[in-house]
Nanobody, 115 residues
Framework: QVQLVESGGGLVQPGGSLRLSCAASGNIFSSNAMGWYRQAPGKQRELVATINRPGGTNYADSVKGRFTISRDNAKSTMYLQMNSLKPEDTAVYYC?????????WGQGTQVTVSS
């Protein structure tokens, strides 16, 4: 049974930083590309960063240069380092495989960027 648990969110001022973690259990991490998704109030969930098993990465234009995705395959854990945060980064952040499976969503972690 796959379980994804996100953590590390919080309230931060514009320009600040946060590091999100995604702990995976079940047979998902070993052979899948993984991604961070986010959903802002009133908006659809969007994919913001992906990482394949060897470590190749891709980013949405809105976060490129500010966010860094990484993974530790031995720990089945994925991270998202978020720097230079903006109010428009406010959202609930989720992890999932790429392409996603709707039955894999966790509870997400709230990120609020506000002064």
């Amino acid at each position: 049974q796959v379980q994804l648990v996100e953590s590390g969110g919080g309230l931060v001022q514009p320009g600040g930083s946060l590091r999100l973690s995604c702990a995976a259990s079940g047979n998902i991490f070993s052979s899948n590309a993984m991604g961070w998704y986010r959903q802002a109030p009133g908006k659809q969930r969007e994919l913001v960063a992906t990482i394949n098993r060897p470590g190749g990465t891709n980013y949405a234009d809105s976060v490129k240069g500010r966010f860094t995705i990484s993974r530790d395959n031995a720990k089945s854990t994925m991270y998202l380092q978020m720097n230079s945060l903006k109010p428009e980064d406010t959202a609930v952040y989720y992890c999932n495989k790429v392409p996603l499976r709707s039955d894999y969503w966790g509870q997400g972690t709230q990120v609020t960027v506000s002064s």
